[in-house]
């Protein structure tokens, strides 16, 4: 079955610092696409980015970056130079066909000043 | 503006009283969907509708109803809803099932049952 593990629970950080957020996914599908999502404590979701499973190219979007590796079923999100607006919850999330998005437990970040 | 929306915001209620949740798009997509999304466990689908009188189950459908009479609309229903059912809501929204585009996600709906 599908499946998308974010094993970190909590990151905190301090502004201006790197941070790397990790997201591991299995499917068995041969055609899939990957997301990340943001949820501020607005509590609304905001579509970051989407990948899809024939796209391994590394994504760069001002401070934000994106990893995907197919080898190792990963698509890893890297936040630069880090800024308390960029405190939230991440989601990484998985599409099935069918429009079904299979999410990940998120990943809480707490940039402090 | 195209949008999802939702309503209420906020909800809280008790044991057992019928409510409703209104999901309403504006952007003429065929697809929609409820998610549920509690602590540590991401987002869950509840159902999902492919078209207008089609509806399935997602992920975790037990205790609640939904129903698609045109193609706007998407309500979800608690018919004898249950603390357990707390948790904050999301109805989403995209063109078509498939690969197509990504889903288009209402503001949320904070339920609190006591």
């Known amino acids: 079955a599908q499946k998308v593990t974010q094993a970190q629970t909590e990151i905190s950080v301090v502004e201006k610092e790197d941070v790397t957020l990790d997201c591991v996914y299995e499917t068995r599908d041969t055609t899939y696409y990957l997301f990340w999502y943001k949820q501020p404590p607005s509590g609304e979701l905001v579509f970051l980015i989407r990948?899809?499973?024939?796209?391994?190219q590394n994504e760069i979007s001002g401070r934000y970056s994106w990893n995907f590796q197919k080898s190792t079923s990963s698509f890893n999100f890297t936040i630069t130079a880090s800024q308390v607006v960029d405190s939230a919850v991440y989601f990484c999330?998985?599409?099935?066909?069918?429009?079904?998005?299979?999410f990940g437990a998120g990943t809480i970040l707490r940039v402090k000043s | 503006e195209a949008q999802v929306t939702q309503n209420p915001r906020y909800l809280i209620t008790v044991t057992g009283k019928k409510l409703t949740v209104t999901c309403s798009q504006n952007m003429n997509h065929e697809y929609m969907s409820w998610y549920r999304q509690d602590p540590g466990l991401g987002l869950r689908q509840i159902y999902y509708s492919m078209n207008v009188e089609v509806t399935d189950k997602g992920d975790v459908p037990e205790g609640y109803k939904v129903s698609r009479k045109e193609k706007r609309n998407f309500p979800l229903i608690l018919e004898s809803p249950s603390p357990n059912q707390t948790s904050l809501y999301f109805c989403?929204?995209?063109?078509?099932?498939?690969?197509?585009?990504?889903?288009?996600f209402g503001n949320g709906t904070r339920l609190t049952v006591t």
């Open positions: 990948r899809n499973s024939f796209d391994e």
């Open positions: 999330a998985l599409l099935e066909y069918g429009n079904k998005l299979v």
């Open positions: 989403a929204s995209t063109p078509q099932g498939g690969y197509n585009s990504p889903l288009h």
